[in-house]
């Protein structure tokens, strides 16, 4: 009876009154209300980095190990690969393009002496890149070298793809096991979220009051939901369209599907039925249907990749970091690879970019800002990776029967000639 009771409550509502208690709370401005945000915010910034690094680790590893060889990424494995960086690397660029020409850092969002004097020294470009290679295991999540960390997952997921079936299917098991504990602690940390959007909109109101430049946060969130509607209604219909199948057709066929995304905010929880939607809506062979889905479910994220590269350029720059234009188009890089190790789950986006941010040692305050936000953007983009995912399979299965027809005209073609000899 409590599990039905808990089913039927949206989580949405609590999100709604912890914002409407913290705008209340925080137009009385009184000092233990804010003093008790100030500690909450705090305690919820510090489990933020208290998974960051793993997760980025993790979700790598885990992921690539449980590919049974290198040769399962050739042909059909190879099509959904190219198909999901292609998709994932415009997002990334276009989110780059928008953040460029909107320029959303135009103020200081908090404008006070302790956010200065915490802004990250920048280290010099080929600094930047000796630290990539670390000297050991330990050093980059010791020191918080984000991309050690990230070099090594890469590194550790093709020596576990390379090795023997018996040791690959430990380790995978090993390292997923691992994975699905943390994801386990992030599931919890966000059942106190309300408590945590309460503690920051209280701060966020005070903040207001003193004056906190509101116009760059407006401009962040533009760039945001424009860089997700490009992707969802220009960039994936093009590619559909291409291929000569109908946009429209598949949005009204995956509407079920991208319905359930939105509202669970979890492209994981909508796999069932985006699968059923893609075989009996679509026409999407069940073979095709069955290995992309999943597949995609697991490492497409055209969205995250977006709100990962904007979200970490725009706190960080905030802050004082600046960005030469090399370090800016490497962010397209890691945005696409932290997207493609992403969990389906939900607010997977908000904690990779907190991940990044705080193995970068840059402050979190505007994180939190952003975090009551997120809570509408999260229910966007799941939305959106589910459009992908289905046109990404749906591009497959033309290719897949194009490539069977021409296959079994060749064979015709050679069954004809042997009999006339």
Known sequence: MCTQVKRKINPTIFFAIAIFLGVLCGCLQQAMIIQVAETVSQLF????????????????????????????????????VKYT?????????????????????????LASPAAAESSPSQASYLSFFIQIVPSNIIQPFSENNVIGVLFL?????????????????????????????????????????????????????????????????????????????????????????????????????????????????SSAAAL????????????????????????????????CAAFILITVLFVSMSQGVSY??????????LATVAAIGNAGVPMGCYFLASAFLAAMNVPLNILGIILPFYTLIDMLESAINVWSDSCVAAVVNQEVGLESSSQKQVHQAEHQVSAII
């Open 85 to 109: 960086l292609l998709t994932t690397l415009l997002a990334a660029t276009i989110a780059l393009g928008l953040f460029i020409g909107i320029d959303p850092v135009r103020g200081q969002i």
């Open 153 to 265: 997952a890469i590194l550790l997921s093709f020596a576990i793809v390379s090795l023997p079936s018996q040791h690959r299917s430990v380790l995978h098991s090993f390292f997923s096991s691992i994975y699905a504990a943390i994801i386990a602690i992030t599931r919890w940390i966000i059942l106190i979220m309300p408590v945590a959007i309460w503690a920051f909109v209280v701060l966020f109101m005070r903040d207001l009051s003193q004056g906190l430049d509101v116009k760059s946060l407006a401009l962040y969130l533009t760039c945001v939901i424009a860089a997700n509607v490009i992707q969802a209604f220009i960039v994936l219909p093009t590619m559909l369209k291409l291929k000569g199948i109908s946009p429209v057709k598949m949005a009204k066929g995956m509407l079920p599907a991208l319905s359930v995304a939105f509202f669970t905010k």
């Open 45 to 80: 910034i510090n489990l933020l980095k208290l998974v960051s690094l793993p997760i980025i680790f993790l979700s790598i590893v885990s992921t690539a190990s449980g590919m049974e060889n290198i040769q399962e990424i050739k042909w059909l494995g190879q099509k959904v």
């Open 272 to 303: 069932p039925m985006a699968m059923r939607c893609a075989e009996e809506n679509v026409g999407i062979s069940r073979k095709v249907a069955s290995f992309t889905l999943p597949l995609c479910t697991t490492i497409n994220m055209n969205a």
């Open 324 to 333: 030469t234009a090399a370090e800016m188009g490497l962010w397209v890089i």
